[in-house]
């Protein structure tokens, strides 16, 4: 197996947790596997990006355009050979590189170019026009880039007819080196363990990595549940089996870290086996919050947690009377899945709308119209105080306002708990919601001990570093590859805009920026016609953007406040919305 890294470390055996990046990279050419399986070559610098060809090997190229076609920041898909191509003219040079997002296969045309930054326009990953890697998330990925000349006036792309099929590039990687005997642990199966490890492997580190999981599977994708419950478990997962041995990446599935003992520089493990650890990640996510009333112990109360979680509730639900607890982001993706699939389909909320606080009682109402649509009985401003049952099996929900329904499951969706119990003793500093404080390189106040994803209080560089708990997939993924990075002692602050994305019926309500507190909204387009940008004002400043069918101005506007930028309240109400290339 290729990909393997030889290199020198300034010792031997490195001191306990500080372990040098500085080892010199002489990598092999090697075959790497995407998340998808199919493959791409890679070699050592950059060359291997713009993928340029010895002589004797074939290309393809393809005359795509005048050199006055495209004005600096601007794009556009061309074709060579059968590759669909992005081409971009930014900062005076024109580049090419895949059309595709590397997370869902977004076309990137569609998206918001900033400077040398593609951003894609429904879930916010960027990417470097140049190289073609990605530098935010979500996905995993880079693009490949295509050879780019201009010559009198006309612009060629050249690709490698072995790379004509090729629509994502795993970034080059090292392995583990058995000499090393330095061990970094990972706990938590997520998108903060998973990407930290990656990145560690990307810049050099050959010691051991161990991901540690009370999950069945290896990271997969959890967004997905939610919002298709019945998909097959392999079509979810991150990477593949094979991808974690060539990286000699562990993966310890059915193991829980039960307690930290940071003095020792060791984990005890719910089966008793003790592990040591030179740096440690806890990146353990949170779970969801169960009921409490009575009744909420019987067969058919379910919690979606993980893909059998998922499994089940889709299954037992199928033809039967299901009732759904909390209208959270969770809770209306569950409804608007089991909407025609269930019998009958009842959400169950403490608010008058659902996402009133969040994203306020205009989109709320429309949300709650849009599932009514398909049937979903809405019982708002109330909430649940028992649960009755029958031979030990759900049979109706009783509320507060005295109204009975009749259920077969019951899911609840009332918000999550961080996963930091097992932290007790450790002196790894919580928060007030035992969420774990973070600084902005990820470190706790323990030595050695960094966290990443959605246990941990973090600053949030947008708001001037006001500590905060963001539950977003892409933060999680961000965070990281910023803990990987600081682990390797190369200084890096997490800096990334909050980006996320709810599904309700196959229609998609983006969001980027934090707006809590924010005290107007901002509206342009129509919310009851379903196609609106959502703009939140908090101190006459626009704090957040959120968006139905308006393409890509929520993406646009977090492109923008990555660079720093700030919007007056004046400029959202403007009907001149050029800022945004709208």
């Given at each position: 197996?290729?990909?393997?890294?030889?290199?020198?470390?300034?010792s031997?055996?490195?001191?306990?947790?500080?372990?040098?990046?500085?080892?010199?990279?002489?990598?092999?050419?090697?075959?790497?596997?995407?998340?998808?399986?199919?493959?791409?070559?890679?070699?050592?610098?950059?060359?291997n990006?713009?993928?340029?060809?010895?002589?004797?090997?074939?290309?393809?190229?393809?005359l795509?355009?005048?050199?006055?076609?495209?004005?600096?920041?601007?794009?556009?898909?061309?074709?060579?050979?059968d590759?669909?191509?992005?081409?971009?003219?930014?900062?005076g040079?024109?580049?090419?590189?895949?059309?595709?997002?590397?997370?869902?296969?977004?076309?990137?045309?569609?998206?918001?170019l900033?400077?040398?930054?593609?951003?894609?326009p429904?879930?916010?990953?960027?990417?470097?026009?140049?190289?073609?890697?990605?530098?935010?998330?979500?996905?995993?990925?880079?693009?490949?880039?295509?050879?780019?000349?201009?010559?009198?006036?006309?612009?060629?792309?050249?690709?490698?007819?072995?790379?004509?099929?090729?629509?994502?590039?795993?970034?080059?990687?090292?392995?583990?080196?058995?000499?090393?005997?330095?061990?970094?642990?990972?706990?938590g199966?997520?998108?903060?363990?998973?990407?930290?490890?990656?990145?560690?492997?990307?810049?050099?580190?050959?010691g051991?990595?161990?991901?540690v999981?009370?999950?069945?599977?290896?990271?997969?994708?959890?967004?997905?549940?939610?919002?298709?419950?019945?998909?097959?478990?392999?079509?979810?997962?991150?990477?593949?089996?094979?991808?974690?041995?060539?990286?000699?990446?562990?993966?310890?599935?059915?193991?829980?870290?039960?307690?930290?003992?940071?003095?020792?520089?060791?984990?005890?493990?719910?089966?008793?086996?003790?592990?040591?650890?030179?740096q440690l990640?806890?990146?353990?996510?949170?779970?969801a919050?169960?009921?409490?009333?009575?009744?909420?112990?019987?067969?058919?109360?379910?919690?979606?947690?993980?893909?059998?979680?998922?499994?089940?509730?889709?299954?037992?639900?199928l033809?039967?009377?299901?009732?759904?607890?909390?209208?959270?982001?969770?809770?209306?993706?569950?409804?608007?899945?089991?909407?025609?699939?269930?019998?009958?389909?009842?959400?169950v909320?403490?608010?008058?709308?659902?996402?009133?606080?969040?994203?306020?009682?205009?989109?709320?109402?429309?949300?709650?119209?849009?599932?009514?649509?398909?049937?979903?009985?809405?019982?708002?401003?109330?909430?649940?105080?028992?649960?009755?049952?029958?031979?030990?099996?759900?049979?109706?929900?009783?509320?507060?306002?005295?109204?009975?329904?009749?259920?077969?499951?019951?899911?609840?969706?009332?918000?999550?708990?961080?996963?930091?119990?097992?932290?007790?003793?450790s002196?790894?500093?919580?928060?007030?919601?035992?969420a774990?404080?973070?600084?902005?390189?990820?470190?706790?106040?323990?030595?050695?001990?960094?966290?990443?994803?959605?246990?941990?209080?973090?600053?949030?560089?947008?708001?001037?570093?006001?500590?905060?708990?963001?539950?977003?997939?892409q933060?999680?993924?961000?965070?990281?590859?910023?803990?990987?990075?600081?682990?390797?002692?190369?200084?890096?602050?997490?800096?990334?805009?909050p980006?996320?994305?709810?599904?309700?019926?196959?229609?998609?309500?983006?969001?980027?920026?934090?707006?809590?507190?924010?005290?107007?909204?901002?509206?342009?387009?129509?919310?009851?016609?379903?196609?609106?940008?959502?703009?939140?004002?908090?101190?006459?400043?626009v704090?957040?953007?959120?968006?139905?069918?308006?393409?890509?101005?929520?993406?646009?506007?977090?492109?923008?406040?990555?660079?720093?930028?700030?919007?007056?309240?004046?400029?959202?109400?403007?009907?001149?919305?050029?800022?945004?290339?709208?």
């Amino acid at each position: 197996m290729g990909g393997a890294c030889e290199g020198t470390q300034d010792s031997a055996r490195p001191s306990r947790g500080s372990f040098s990046s500085s080892c010199s990279l002489r990598c092999r050419v090697a075959h790497q596997p995407t998340s998808s399986g199919a493959s791409c070559l890679l070699t050592a610098g950059r060359m291997n990006q713009s993928q340029e060809t010895g002589e004797g090997e074939e290309q393809v190229t393809g005359l795509v355009c005048q050199e006055e076609d495209l004005r600096d920041g601007q794009m556009k898909e061309v074709t060579v050979g059968d590759q669909t191509v992005l081409l971009v003219r930014a900062l005076g040079q024109y580049s090419a590189v895949g059309s595709r997002c590397s997370h869902y296969n977004a076309p990137l045309i569609k998206g918001t170019l900033v400077g040398d930054r593609v951003r894609c326009p429904f879930h916010g990953a960027c990417f470097n026009v140049r190289t073609g890697d990605i530098e935010e998330y979500p996905g995993l990925d880079s693009l490949p880039s295509y050879k780019v000349k201009v010559e009198d006036g006309k612009v060629y792309v050249s690709i490698d007819k072995k790379f004509l099929n090729q629509t994502r590039r795993v970034k080059e990687m090292c392995s583990l080196a058995p000499d090393i005997k330095h061990t970094i642990l990972l706990i938590g199966g997520g998108p903060a363990s998973l990407v930290c490890a990656e990145t560690l492997r990307q810049n050099c580190y050959q010691g051991r990595i161990i991901i540690v999981t009370k999950d069945t599977l290896p990271p997969f994708d959890k967004p997905k549940l939610s919002k298709a419950m019945n998909l097959d478990s392999s079509s979810i997962l991150l990477r593949t089996g094979d991808f974690y041995q060539q990286y000699g990446i562990e993966v310890w599935t059915h193991k829980e870290v039960v307690s930290v003992n940071p003095a020792d520089k060791v984990v005890k493990l719910s089966d008793g086996i003790l592990q040591q650890y030179d740096q440690l990640l806890i990146s353990t996510g949170c779970r969801a919050r169960p009921l409490s009333c009575p009744g909420c112990g019987l067969q058919g109360v379910k919690l979606l947690q993980n893909h059998d979680d998922a499994k089940e509730i889709h299954n037992s639900c199928l033809g039967r009377k299901a009732v759904v607890i909390g209208a959270s982001f969770i809770g209306m993706e569950v409804a608007s899945f089991l909407s025609d699939k269930a019998a009958s389909v009842a959400m169950v909320g403490t608010s008058r709308f659902p996402y009133e606080r969040s994203l306020g009682p205009e989109i709320g109402k429309m949300t709650m119209q849009m599932l009514e649509e398909q049937n979903v009985k809405f019982h708002m401003n109330d909430e649940i105080t028992e649960i009755r049952g029958e031979n030990g099996k759900v049979k109706e929900v009783v509320l507060k306002s005295g109204t009975v329904l009749e259920a077969d499951v019951v899911i609840a969706g009332i918000g999550v708990i961080p996963n930091s119990d097992f932290l007790a003793g450790s002196e790894v500093e919580l928060d007030s919601r035992k969420a774990v404080i973070v600084d902005k390189f990820m470190r706790t106040n323990v030595t050695d001990v960094f966290s990443a994803g959605d246990v941990t209080s973090f600053p949030l560089a947008i708001r001037g570093d006001q500590r905060v708990n963001v539950g977003h997939w892409q933060m999680s993924l961000a965070q990281g590859r910023v803990a990987a990075l600081n682990m390797l002692k190369k200084p890096t602050k997490i800096e990334s805009v909050p980006f996320f994305w709810t599904v309700l019926l196959g229609k998609s309500i983006r969001y980027t920026g934090y707006g809590e507190g924010y005290t107007e909204i901002i509206f342009k387009g129509k919310v009851d016609e379903r196609k609106f940008l959502a703009f939140y004002i908090k101190d006459e400043v626009v704090v957040a953007a959120a968006s139905m069918m308006f393409d890509p101005a929520v993406a646009r506007l977090a492109e923008l406040m990555a660079t720093g930028q700030i919007f007056k309240k004046a400029q959202a109400q403007a009907d001149d919305l050029s800022w945004l290339q709208m």
